[in-house]
């Protein structure tokens, strides 16, 4: 008998360890999982969004699940982050409909919800130039040369659109609204088949194919450009550029007491003065009074950038160059506001 119980008890020692060592890392996942959720609800209550946001990105990556990917979807739409929210959602619903979840319906419809409000972005080069050597980023995000002139989906506010001209790097920077669309093209130079430069600057590259018709038309600008002030042509960019900004701030003060009014009414009528006691009009309505705020403080810190660029534009103003001068000749900018219900927009743009 002695023989026989000392391999049981071997053996049951051993199933209880092997249960210990399996079951050991569970609970403190769990229990990192539940701590950082409880960080991600406090940092969202502040409106820590970027904190918040990738907080819950570590939850998920800890405990991946539909509530957690719904976590995530929910504070990039909060935060104004369609594009991002929208990968979220369909991550959640891709799960909820494999598993045979109930709320598959429901977050397709969330999904199909926010997808008009994402903005497009469509982004043309000149049919003489190529979009690979282009090399065009949004956001610092390289765009494949196949996607010029095709929608593409962006976040809304303001984007810098990256591309090479004449060897070099060039930045374009747009505005665009909730649910909006804007079509550019890029001010791309390129180089003609005799290796001068098809530039504004008439400045081909070290003696190579400069003739006589090149020659000529330097002089012309050069004629035109000694009829005006020097530095003129900046100067009253400048003033517009800040002009510009002052709107934008105006704009932005116009959002954000708008937003703060709406949210309020809100609150009393539809959430019992209670921010977590919302019916679903009081959500949508408080959601959106959100989205006002945040695109309010957008439109305030491009004033904000707006107005320094025109201060260091204008105290940057060429005042005897004629080379700088002709470059100038070829410069334009205007400048769009647009103001709408609860809503406002400034566009910016120009050759450069």
């Known amino acids: 008998m002695m023989r026989s119980s000392a391999p049981r008890?071997?053996?049951?020692?051993?199933?209880?360890?092997?249960?210990?060592?399996?079951?050991?890392?569970?609970?403190?996942?769990?229990?990192?999982?539940?701590?950082?959720?409880?960080?991600?609800?406090?940092?969202?209550?502040?409106?820590q969004y970027?904190?918040?946001c990738t907080t819950f990105e570590r939850v998920d990556a800890l405990d991946p699940g539909i509530g957690a990917k719904l976590n995530v979807a929910k504070c990039y739409e909060e935060w104004?982050?369609?594009?991002?929210?929208?990968?979220?959602?369909?991550?959640?619903?891709?799960?909820?409909?494999?598993?045979?979840?109930?709320r598959a319906s429901k977050i397709q419809e969330r999904i199909d919800k926010i997808v008009p409000d994402i903005p497009k972005l469509t982004i043309n080069v000149p049919k003489d130039a190529d979009p690979r050597a282009a090399a065009v980023a949004i956001d610092g995000e390289p765009i494949a040369a196949s996607a010029m002139g095709r929608d593409l989906p962006v976040e809304p506010g303001p984007h810098d659109i990256t591309f090479n001209s004449k060897g070099q790097?060039?930045?374009?920077?747009?505005?665009i609204e909730r649910g909006g669309a804007r079509e550019v093209t890029l001010d791309i130079e390129v180089e003609d088949g005799g290796g001068e430069v098809s530039s504004k600057d008439g400045d081909g590259g070290k003696g190579k194919g400069k003739g006589k018709k090149g020659k000529d038309k330097g002089k012309s600008k050069g004629a035109d450009a000694g009829a005006s002030s020097p530095g003129q042509g900046r100067r009253i960019a400048s003033f517009a550029l800040m002009g510009a900004g002052a709107l934008s701030m105006g704009v932005s003060g116009y959002l954000a007491l708008g937003a703060r009014s709406d949210y309020r009414s809100a609150l009393d009528a539809h959430c019992m003065g209670a921010k977590d006691m919302c019916d679903d009009e009081g959500l949508k309505l408080t959601q959106d009074a959100?989205?006002?705020?945040?695109?309010?403080?957008?439109?305030?810190?491009?004033?904000?950038?707006m107005v320094g660029g025109g201060v260091a534009l204008y105290l940057t103003a060429p005042s005897s160059d004629p080379a700088e001068r002709r470059s100038r000749d070829d410069e334009a900018l205007y400048v769009a506001p647009v103001i709408g219900d609860g809503a406002g927009l400034v566009v910016i743009g120009g050759r450069y």
């Open 80 to 102: 104004g982050k369609l594009v991002r929210a929208r990968k979220w959602y369909s991550d959640a619903q891709k799960m909820a409909a494999d598993a045979g979840d109930k």
């Open 290 to 305: 959100r989205s006002r705020a945040n695109l309010g403080t957008v439109f305030a810190l491009v004033g904000v950038a």
């Open 50 to 52: 970027a904190e918040a």
């Open 9 to 47: 008890s071997f053996a049951a020692a051993a199933l209880v360890l092997v249960g210990v060592l399996l079951g050991a890392p569970a609970p403190a996942v769990a229990d990192k999982a539940d701590a950082l959720f409880a960080k991600g609800k406090a940092q969202l209550a502040k409106k």
């Open 169 to 175: 790097r060039k930045t374009k920077t747009i505005a």
